[in-house]
């Protein structure tokens, strides 16, 4: 079988997949969507889970595919996750499987998803203080969230890594409490920037907690210095904490960004290609899976659809405009 690569224009490869599995989520982050949530995708548009996995074995088997991670949304409210990630791990034995999560209910799911075949998981945590919690995400679930990263270090789905954002007299202040208790437990710290991709649309720049301002507030405790091991497609870029061995990361998407060396292609849940996160445009997987459509010719169109790919996202242009779809739609 003739293995095609996901290539564009300006000589990036897609190797990375990230598989959205829903866009529903249990929590209701501010800088995500609103207090009333959204309006769910209809069951009968969301791909199948025999969909999904074929997609992916495409991906794998005939696109050159290396790494997935499935996100959402929450992955964890979707029905048959650890039957996804085991089926997707008889496809490959050697494709590198993570997720994205909130931790919600991971920690009962933890020990399955490492049985299933997980490698990993990335958890979203913007503070360890439960008030500041509640605020951001309108959920008093801190504890829910902590037993689940301790649920997936147990599991051995590691490194276990963290996710924050923070936001401008919300949490701008506890950026080296939050280092501290990552460092104290294991996990691996990364920072991110808050990105035009809230369902209200209401991000703006100057808003924006930036990458140097992250840095001058770690600054106050900790001494950064750049890590050795080069980045390469990698999003976050790593510093040692106080000389190592212990990083934190900072994924600088607005005011640094990476898009040169991108490797990263994205399949929403129901069934669209996105090869950039701000992406206006999507290319239909889903009509080609539910029409009949051969496995080389579904691959031919992936191919299609990246190579299209912009040379970056744009956010800087006069003429940026943000994507239709809410984070919690497209999958990170």
Known sequence: MEVLRLGDRYGRVAT?????????????????????????MPDEQQLTDDELVRLIRIGVERLGIEEIRFTGGEPLVRRGLVDIVRQVREVSADVDLSMTTNALGLARAAQALADAGLNRVNVSLDTVRADTFAAITRRARLDDVVAGLAAA????LGPVKVNAVLMRGVNDDQAPELL???????YELRFIEQMPLDAQHGWQRDDMVTADEIFAHLATEFELSPAVEPRGSAPAERFLVDGGPATVGV??????????????????????????????????LRAALRGGVSDAEIAERWVTAVAGKLAGHGIDDPGFLQPDRPMSAIGG
Not at 20 to 25: A, E, F, G, P, V
Not at 153 to 156: C, D, F, L, M, S
Request: hydrophobic share 35%; glycine share 8%; proline share 3%.
């Open 16 to 40: 990375d997949l990230r598989v959205s599995l829903t866009d529903k989520c249990n929590l209701r982050c501010t800088y995500c969507m609103p207090a009333e949530g959204l309006d769910w």
């Open 251 to 284: 994924i600088a998407s607005v005011t640094r960004p990476f898009c040169g060396d991108c490797d990263r292609v994205r399949l929403t849940a129901d069934g669209q290609v996105r090869n950039c996160l701000f992406a206006r445009d999507e290319s239909d």
């Open 180 to 186: 501290r208790w990552c460092l104290d437990r294991g």
């Open 153 to 156: 270090e147990a599991a051995g």
